[in-house]
């Protein structure tokens, strides 16, 4: 089946329950009908399994759940599916978050079309995903050899690499190639691959895609994007607004909802490690440089990790960079908040609207802090404009 003709048979399908609830989860989808319908479906999914949720079975015993929500599911896994094979090998090739993938399947194996269905002894409660997408974009590109990179340019440098745009004549479209300095240490080097190897196991439309790494060279490949955060924030800072900073607020917190439950602080939070992705109708922010990322067991994480990050903790320089857990990275989210809505670094001073806010996230009594990203989403979505 031609793909925008199986977007347009699935829209269709589902035109009288259509909702844009979860729509802004999928901004970095192109297709305005498959965004819509990843909406949909996820609004179904969520709906449908709080629905499951209410009805499941205690101890060896079984529980009826309705025809209804079982029809009703069924279809919405058939369109997932369905998507699926159509757009398979095409440019909105899209892969179904595992959690829910396992879900799905244990589903389908009691689900009937009539009748309601008997829900199997033991079934554990369903986990509902209302900040993280279900449905991301396939890594479609794969780039075997680099002998298309011709004419480099310059665009970005740091202390360990510097960043390269280049147009890749198969796939007609530019890329960005990273570069280990060749002075770098033997751990630095192990450190920068592994940023690479960090990158390209996570999956999310909020993370910075990476393609293939040169083991030679000491680089690798990755997307192409417009600007970091402070370069987009002081081009527009004049025309951006409330609710256009908000927006994007909302999908910076959303990347660390994902990165956090893989058990992961980025450790090196800036606006520059932000970078931005400029479509013709929609913005979209996606999380870079993952070199001082803290995993649990990680021998990378060192004791004598030096102090970076210009948005971190101060407290830090004395506690320690190895001592850095959760409440240093909502300190430094709090403060790359604060930049996206005001457009200013310093808060020395902050008006009443963000005050909460400020006086919380950034708080010398860590008790008062941001004990995770869930509650520093929601003082974020309280924030009014001044």
């Known amino acids: 089946m031609n793909v ?13 329950s259509l909702s844009n609830e979860y729509e802004d989860l999928y901004e970095s989808i192109s297709n305005n009908k498959l965004r819509a319908l990843f909406s949909t479906l996820h609004m179904r999914v969520v709906n449908l399994f709080d629905s499951m949720n209410q009805r499941l079975p205690t101890g060896d015993s079984s529980s009826h759940f309705w025809a209804e929500p079982s029809r009703e599911l069924l279809q919405s896994i058939e369109i997932i599916e369905a998507l699926e094979r159509s757009l398979k090998k095409s440019e909105y090739a899209f892969y179904v978050d595992k959690y829910h993938r396992e879900k799905i399947t244990f589903c389908k194996s009691f689900l009937s079309k009539s009748g309601g269905s008997a829900i199997p002894p033991n079934t554990e409660k369903m986990e509902l995903y209302y900040t993280i997408p279900i449905f991301s974009p396939q890594r479609s590109i794969v780039i075997e050899n680099q002998k298309n990179i011709s004419d480099l340019k310059l665009i970005g440098e740091g202390s360990y690499a510097q960043v390269f745009k280049y147009f890749d004549k198969f796939y007609l479209r530019s890329f960005a190639l990273k570069r280990a300095k060749k002075e770098l240490t033997s751990k630095e080097l192990e450190r920068f691959k592994r940023e690479y190897e960090q990158m390209s196991g996570l999956r999310s439309p909020y993370v910075l895609e990476v ?59 800036s606006p520059k490690n932000i970078l931005i992705k400029e479509y013709d109708d929609v913005v979209v922010v996606k999380i870079a440089d993952f070199g001082l990322v803290k995993v649990v067991d990680s021998h990378l994480t060192s004791v004598n990790t030096d102090f970076k990050g210009y948005f971190n903790d101060p407290n830090l320089v004395v506690e320690g960079f190895d001592k850095y857990d959760v409440l240093h990275e909502t300190y430094a989210l709090t403060r790359i908040l604060y930049f996206v809505i005001t457009g200013k670094t310093s808060t020395d001073r902050v008006s ?10 950034l708080s010398s009594d860590k008790r008062l802090r941001f004990k995770d990203i869930d509650e520093l989403r929601q003082a974020f979505q309280n924030i009014k404009p001044s």
């Open 4 to 16: 925008e003709n199986a977007i347009e048979t699935h829209y269709r399908k589902l035109a009288d």
């Open 211 to 269: 393609f293939s790494y040169n083991e030679a060279n000491k680089e690798y490949v990755m997307e192409f994007m417009n600007s970091p955060l402070d370069k987009y924030i002081s081009k527009n800072n004049g025309k951006l607004s409330f609710q256009e900073r908000v927006r994007l607020g909302l999908q910076i917190i959303r990347a660390f909802t994902y990165i956090h439950s893989k058990n992961i602080l980025h450790r090196d939070i």
């Open 352 to 361: 009443s609207n963000m005050k909460f806010f400020i006086e919380n996230g």
